[in-house]
């Protein structure tokens, strides 16, 4: 299921509780996915409703209009791959609009293998959960640019392209295979910031002093909750109101404030925006671990080992003396949308 409310907008922390909450009452196995989707698994509650899973879907939708003005498209599979794929954006499952087409509605795959490959045959290698944009440009520059190719393509050619884990996961999702379940009550595997621009910005130089902050402050919240993040996603809004979304795997897990800098500044850097009027920048660190059991390399590079001691000092000092003790000579005050007073 994802969630929009009438007006487009994404709903808020409150009312995403309580949709959540709405899930709860048809099954207690419910997977959040914040900000503005989530994983249900109905299996058990169709015998004790009485009702199929697109008439389920069909009373949320109802219920979820009712109580929040919040509408929801749902897709309804055999497993959660191919249910996030029919709950997709229209132009992210076929790479076009449709004639009828639109958000606010229930997608159902069929469970036949045939009906699922028919489903998968001719969308983008964009379409396929998992395949992020640079994958998707490495898949299509060996001309394996719809599903349907990879899916057609050797387990051999697609790990030889992408890697022997990365490849074979490729290959099992091309032919709508997803061995994952959903996980009920499952901790938060993301945290977000969000930074508003007192007026549409032009300036690059003030966007990257906004990413700046935003990492420094995931950073901080990484570290003081003993997590790490292994994916670093960018949302940037303009002023028309349209939104740019691009994420990318960190080289290792990490709550490490350069690390996540130098991500941020790489994904703005890659969108090669010109001129572009942004009302805000957002940034969420996904895939979050516990930081005790995650892997780090090590290094001989002093000044690494110098400026972990640096951070490590610094949040000592947040703790004693609160979260504005010590903070980035560009931080950008997040009320007011100007540099801290001290910064350089």
């Known amino acids: 299921m994802r969630f929009h409310s009438v007006a487009g907008a994404e709903p808020g922390a409150d009312i995403y509780e309580g949709l959540l909450g709405l899930l709860t009452e048809l099954t207690p196995v419910v997977e959040a996915l914040p900000p503005d989707a989530a994983l249900a698994d109905v299996r058990g509650a169709l015998r004790y ?19 929040y003005g919040v509408d929801c498209t749902v897709g309804v599979a055999v497993n959660p791959l191919l249910a996030r794929m029919a ?15 639109r958000a606010g509605a229930v997608h159902t795959v069929p469970g036949d293998p045939a009906e699922v490959a028919a489903f998968l045959a001719h969308q983008p290698a964009a379409a396929l959960y998992g395949v992020g944009p640079a994958t998707a440009r490495t898949l299509c520059a060996y001309g394996l640019d719809s599903v349907d190719r990879i899916a057609a393509a050797p387990l051999s ?14 290959h099992e999702r091309a032919h709508g295979i997803d061995p994952g379940a959903v996980v009920p009550n499952a901790p938060a595997r993301s945290l977000g910031a969000e930074h508003r621009f007192a007026h549409d910005e032009l300036d690059p130089d003030r966007r990257r002093r906004a990413l700046l902050t935003l990492a420094d402050e995931l950073g901080v919240r990484l570290r003081t909750g003993g997590q790490v993040a292994r994916t670093l996603t960018l949302t940037v809004r303009y002023a028309d109101r349209s939104v740019t979304t691009r994420g990318r795997a960190l080289p290792e897990p ?32 996904e895939g979050l671990a516990d930081a005790g059991s995650a892997a780090h390399q090590l290094t001989f590079d002093p000044a690494d080992d110098k400026a972990r001691r640096i951070e490590a000092a610094a949040d000592r000092a947040r ?23 001290d910064a350089a």
């Open 254 to 285: 990490t709550a490490h404030t350069p690390r996540l800098v130098a991500a941020a500044y790489a994904l703005h850097e890659a969108l090669g925006l010109e001129r572009a009027r942004v009302r805000s920048v957002a940034l969420r660190a």
């Open 319 to 341: 703790a004693r003396f609160g979260a504005g003790a010590i903070r980035p000579a560009a931080f950008l005050d997040a009320a007011w949308g100007r540099p801290f007073p």
């Open 49 to 67: 409703f009485g009702r199929d899973a697109a008439e389920l879907a069909a009373l949320l939708r109802v219920r979820a209009l009712a109580r």
């Open 87 to 101: 709950a997709a954006h229209p132009r992210q499952r076929t790479g076009r609009f449709r004639a009828g087409d």
């Open 157 to 170: 050619t697609l790990q030889r392209i992408l890697g022997a884990a990365a490849g074979r996961r490729v």
